[in-house]
């Protein structure tokens, strides 16, 4: 019971992110609770919770997603990194998956809070292949761990998108992409009785997550709750590196 129910506040922080920024929910979710449970046990309970966060997201705002943006330059590049990150998933277990998980939830969340810091004026938009390379990355961390949001959020902040355009276009990437790793995680047999058990249980939680993140996205300054937030992941990836080192 207490397993669950420090998942469930981790949950909630998680997909009360999402909901508030347009991306986190995962990365979040996988970093603070492979402390409580194994990576390959809560990936794929992640995953599947994103989707009716995602999906209510994306119908309520669905006008202000950037389609043309997404058609033509996101999901083109992001694909190709999303296969090449499942491919390279199956090469991965155990200790080692957690280890490079720990590593690349430090270094992103480094990088960010570094961002952040030292963000003096309006960033401007990155060149073609910047842009190629930020969106590929993304996919590859995607498809390897469900977490290449601070890449393709890095990207898209650059472009002139309202904060409702960026929250709904990067969404819908999520709603895409985490509904073909679930297929891939049903194919693969992930979906076992206990990972069912962990959807069921803390399912509600990502509705309160939803309701509170999506009253924070109209009225909650961002910048002090990224600063501290990335200072959270970056404490837990260097606890996740340490443990299984």
């Known amino acids: 019971?207490?397993?669950?129910?420090?998942?469930?506040?981790?949950?909630?922080?998680a997909y009360a992110t999402q909901a508030m920024i347009g991306f986190g929910a995962n990365i979040i979710a996988l970093t603070l609770g492979a402390h409580l449970l194994a990576l390959e046990t809560l990936l794929p309970v992640?995953?599947?919770?994103?989707?009716?966060?995602?999906?209510?997201?994306?119908?309520?705002?669905?006008a202000a997603v950037a389609w043309p943006l997404l058609l033509q330059r996101i999901f083109p590049v992001m694909g190709i990194g999303f296969l090449?990150?499942?491919?390279?998933?199956?090469?991965?277990?155990?200790?080692?998956?957690?280890l490079g998980f720990g590593v690349v939830v430090f270094g992103l969340a480094g990088w960010e809070l570094l961002r952040l810091l030292r963000r003096t004026s309006p960033h401007q938009e990155l060149g073609p292949l910047a842009f190629v390379s930020f969106v590929g990355l993304a996919g590859l961390v995607q498809g390897l761990?469900?977490?290449?949001?601070?890449?393709?959020?890095?990207?898209?902040?650059?472009?002139?998108?309202?904060?409702?355009?960026?929250?709904?276009?990067?969404?819908?990437?999520?709603?895409?992409?985490?509904?073909?790793?679930?297929?891939?995680?049903?194919?693969?047999g992930r979906f076992t009785?206990?990972?069912?058990?962990?959807?069921?249980?803390?399912?509600?939680?990502?509705?309160?997550?939803?309701?509170?993140?999506?009253?924070?996205?109209?009225?909650?300054?961002?910048?002090?709750?990224?600063?501290?937030?990335?200072?959270v992941l970056m404490l837990s990836g260097a606890a996740l590196v340490a443990a299984k080192l």
């Open 1 to 13: 019971m207490l397993t669950l129910a420090v998942l469930g506040l981790v949950v909630l922080l």
């Open 84 to 98: 090449a990150g499942i491919a390279l998933s199956y090469a991965l277990h155990g200790p080692l998956l957690a």
């Open 46 to 62: 992640v995953v599947a919770l994103n989707l009716p966060l995602s999906g209510w997201l994306v119908y309520k705002d669905h």
């Open 193 to 231: 009785p206990l990972v069912g058990t962990w959807i069921l249980s803390l399912l509600p939680v990502v509705f309160v997550g939803l309701i509170v993140g999506d009253w924070a996205h109209h009225r909650v300054p961002e910048r002090a709750f990224r600063i501290s937030l990335y200072l």
């Open 145 to 188: 761990y469900a977490s290449g949001g601070p890449f393709l959020a890095y990207a898209a902040a650059r472009l002139q998108l309202s904060r409702l355009a960026f929250r709904a276009t990067l969404l819908v990437v999520w709603l895409v992409l985490n509904a073909l790793l679930t297929m891939n995680f049903a194919i693969a």
